[in-house]
């Protein structure tokens, strides 16, 4: 057995999913390129993919998403990349300096590859992988899972790989959220709250149900118990929204369940966010707050696609205000959490007096 001071050093991987260089349509079209190229994300066959690809969308999408970006983008750049920074550096404060942090993105820079040779460099034997996907999803969590694996493999000396498991229903999280959203949330001013969710195909669904006769086969699905809900994205978004409503104080009148940013023709995980929001509002609903607990870093889909098209669709339908709630960001119970929830992952991380607190404790 190893004595204490030989165990092996051990270090946090923080994943998200990527940004471009800049809102430029040339680092546009290289970060799409890369995205849209990878078959957990457009799981079409590879000749149809490339035709999709090269014929149908980078052709045209680049300069569109190049303008959309230049509207959310800062002084510090991405915003998806400023705030995951800013998570990392906090949760590097937290587990002491004993224990090397990075964040890789799935796509574009800074790169899987990029951090996970930082860790090796920093002398680390075992990674803690921890994929900022509160949900299961095989295009996020497979692709970035997928990608870790290929990259570690590709070293002489392999490090022992931990992955944090969705955390969709985690307390934490959960108290996170709702710490955030109830300074944005008002019950008695809003008549409705819309919980959005980034879209899935339906098919996508299906293809992670390993019973092949569960999900979206009942209007119940998502509720009904089966083997199938642990790798269900439509069912552990269903959840989150659910505990979240409750931590709110939210009758099951005043919520509902949304899913946005679809592409394509397919049939994409229902109903829709924009088109709810107009129907709503062409109703006569007036007042009313959305959240995205499918980010935990406020990016393109939270403040273009809602706080900004969403907006746009609600005033032009009758709406009066739509109360876009921030993601978690660099929040502080955010980085609190994301500690505990990788502690309970791995307890050997960081045993230090700071760490065990945060891994006690329950949510505020």
């Given at each position: 057995m190893l004595a204490a001071h030989d165990a092996p050093k051990t270090g946090l991987?923080?994943?998200n999913l990527g940004t471009p260089k800049s809102p430029a349509p040339h680092d546009v079209r290289v970060y799409l390129r890369e995205f849209l190229s990878d078959p957990r994300v457009l799981d079409m066959p590879a000749w149809k993919r490339w035709l999709v690809l090269n014929l149908f969308i980078l052709p045209f999408r680049p300069r569109r998403?190049?303008?959309?970006?230049?509207?959310?983008w800062t002084a510090?750049?991405?915003?998806?990349?400023?705030?995951?920074?800013?998570l990392r550096d906090k949760v590097r404060a937290r587990l002491g300096p004993e224990v090397p942090v990075e964040l890789g993105m799935r796509y574009a820079e800074p790169s899987i590859r990029t951090?996970?040779?930082a860790l090796v460099r920093a002398g680390v034997e075992r990674v803690v992988v921890f994929p900022l996907y509160p949900q299961y999803s095989s295009a996020a969590t497979g692709s970035s899972l997928e990608c870790v694996f290929a990259e570690a493999g590709r070293l002489q000396n392999t490090p022992y790989l931990q992955v944090v498991p969705p955390f969709y229903d985690h307390p934490a999280f959960v108290s996170a959220c709702a710490g955030i959203a109830r300074g944005h949330v008002d019950v008695s001013r809003h008549e409705i709250v819309f919980f959005s969710f980034h879209g899935l195909p339906e098919r996508q669904v299906r293809k992670s149900d390993p019973t092949?006769?569960?999900?979206?086969?009942?209007?119940?699905?998502c509720e009904r118990e089966s083997v199938a809900r642990r790798f269900c994205y439509r069912a552990h978004c269903r959840t989150t929204a659910r505990?979240?409503?409750?931590?709110?104080?939210?009758?099951?009148?005043?919520?509902?369940?949304?899913?946005?940013?679809r592409l394509g023709r397919d049939p994409w995980l229902v109903p829709q966010t924009d088109l709810v929001l107009a129907e709503k509002a062409r109703q006569g609903v007036r007042r009313a707050a959305i959240l995205s607990p499918a980010f935990v870093a406020d990016c393109l889909e939270t403040l273009e696609e809602l706080a900004l098209r969403g907006r746009e669709t609600w005033r032009e339908n009758g709406g009066e205000s739509l109360d876009v709630v921030p993601c978690l960001n660099g929040d502080d119970a955010w980085a609190d959490a994301a500690v505990r929830i990788a502690l309970e992952t791995c307890p050997g991380l960081a045993p230090t007096r700071e760490t065990v607190r945060l891994a006690a404790r329950g949510p505020a």
């Open positions: 991987l923080l994943i998403s190049g303008e959309a970006y230049s509207k959310i510090s750049g991405s915003p998806l990349l400023v705030h995951g920074t800013a951090a996970l040779g092949g006769a569960h999900c979206l086969a009942s209007g119940d699905c505990l979240l409503a409750a931590a709110l104080g939210l009758p099951d009148s005043r919520w509902m369940v949304v899913f946005q940013s």
